[in-house]
C-alpha cells in the first residue's frame, strides 16, 4: 500500500488540516475504518458513520491516488486531497488546497441572509439554503457532496453555525474541538 506520511509535507495545507482529524493514525492515509472512527467520534451512529465512511472514502480515494489503479481498500491520501475537491463547494479552499481569505469575509453576510438577520444558524431549512447558495447550475454530484458536508456539520455542532464555527472548520480544529466535547459528555 503507498504509504506517505503527511508529516513528511513540509507545510500542511488548510484542507490538508481539515481532514486530518480522519487520519487516526496520522500516517498520511484515510482509511475507510478511519473516516467510521472520525464520525463516531463526531456523535454520529453506527449507519451514519459506515455509510458516511464508505461513500466519502469511494469519492475521494481514487483522485487522491498517484496510482492509475484503483486500491481496492479505497484510501484517501491526504497529501493529495486537493484533488477530490467538488463542484457546488464554498470556494473557500484554493485548488491546491489553501483557504481563499476573501471567502471567510463572505460567510457573515452569507449567514445573515440565509437567517433573516440573524449571527447564527440554528435550522436544517438554513442550513441547506446556505449550501444552496454555492450550487452550480445542474450539479447533482457536487451539489449532494456539499449538502451533506454541511448538514454533517450542523448536526455535530449541536445544530448550530456561526462564522467562527465554519472557519474553525475549514482550517482543522472545529473537529478536534466538537470530539473532545463529546468525549467529555461520555464521561459524565
Same mark, same amino acid.
Request: proline letters at 5%.
Given at each position: 500500500?503507498?504509504?506517505?506520511?503527511?508529516?513528511?509535507?513540509?507545510?500542511?495545507?488548510?484542507?490538508?488540516?481539515?481532514?486530518? *482529524? *480522519?487520519?487516526?493514525?496520522?500516517?498520511?492515509?484515510?482509511?475507510?475504518?478511519?473516516?467510521?472512527?472520525?464520525?463516531?467520534?463526531?456523535?454520529?451512529?453506527?449507519?451514519?458513520?459506515?455509510?458516511?465512511?464508505?461513500?466519502?472514502?469511494? $469519492?475521494?480515494?481514487?483522485?487522491?491516488?498517484?496510482?492509475?489503479?484503483?486500491?481496492?481498500?479505497?484510501?484517501?491520501?491526504?497529501?493529495?486531497?486537493?484533488?477530490?475537491?467538488?463542484?457546488?463547494?464554498?470556494?473557500?479552499?484554493?485548488?491546491?488546497?489553501?483557504?481563499?481569505?476573501?471567502?471567510?469575509? /463572505? $460567510? /457573515?453576510? %452569507?449567514?445573515?441572509?440565509?437567517?433573516?438577520?440573524?449571527?447564527?444558524?440554528?435550522?436544517?431549512?438554513?442550513?441547506?439554503?446556505?449550501?444552496? %447558495?454555492?450550487? /452550480?447550475? $445542474?450539479?447533482?454530484?457536487?451539489?449532494?457532496?456539499?449538502?451533506?458536508?454541511?448538514?454533517?456539520?450542523?448536526?455535530?455542532?449541536?445544530?448550530?453555525?456561526?462564522?467562527?464555527?465554519? /472557519?474553525?472548520?475549514?482550517?482543522?480544529?472545529?473537529?478536534?474541538?466538537?470530539?473532545?466535547?463529546?468525549?467529555?459528555?461520555?464521561?459524565?
Amino acid at each position: 500500500m503507498d504509504k506517505t506520511p503527511l508529516q513528511e509535507c513540509p507545510e500542511k495545507t488548510a484542507l490538508q488540516k481539515h481532514c486530518e *482529524f *480522519f487520519d487516526q493514525d496520522k500516517d498520511g492515509t484515510i482509511m475507510p475504518w478511519e473516516t467510521y472512527k472520525g464520525f463516531r467520534d463526531l456523535g454520529f451512529g453506527f449507519i451514519t458513520s459506515t455509510l458516511s465512511a464508505f461513500v466519502i472514502n469511494l $469519492f475521494l480515494s481514487y483522485p487522491t491516488q498517484d496510482s492509475k489503479i484503483p486500491n481496492p481498500l479505497l484510501p484517501i491520501y491526504i497529501k493529495n486531497v486537493h484533488r477530490g475537491k467538488h463542484t457546488s463547494d464554498s470556494d473557500t479552499y484554493n485548488t491546491d488546497g489553501t483557504i481563499n481569505p476573501k471567502k471567510f469575509e /463572505q $460567510f /457573515q453576510k %452569507l449567514i445573515r441572509e440565509c437567517t433573516n438577520g440573524k449571527d447564527v444558524i440554528t435550522t436544517l431549512s438554513e442550513t441547506l439554503k446556505l449550501s444552496e %447558495l454555492f450550487r /452550480q447550475g $445542474f450539479d447533482p454530484v457536487g451539489g449532494t457532496a456539499s449538502k451533506g458536508e454541511w448538514v454533517f456539520l450542523w448536526l455535530a455542532n449541536d445544530y448550530k453555525l456561526d462564522a467562527k464555527d465554519i /472557519q474553525a472548520s475549514y482550517d482543522g480544529t472545529l473537529f478536534e474541538i466538537i470530539a473532545k466535547r463529546r468525549a467529555d459528555e461520555k464521561k459524565k
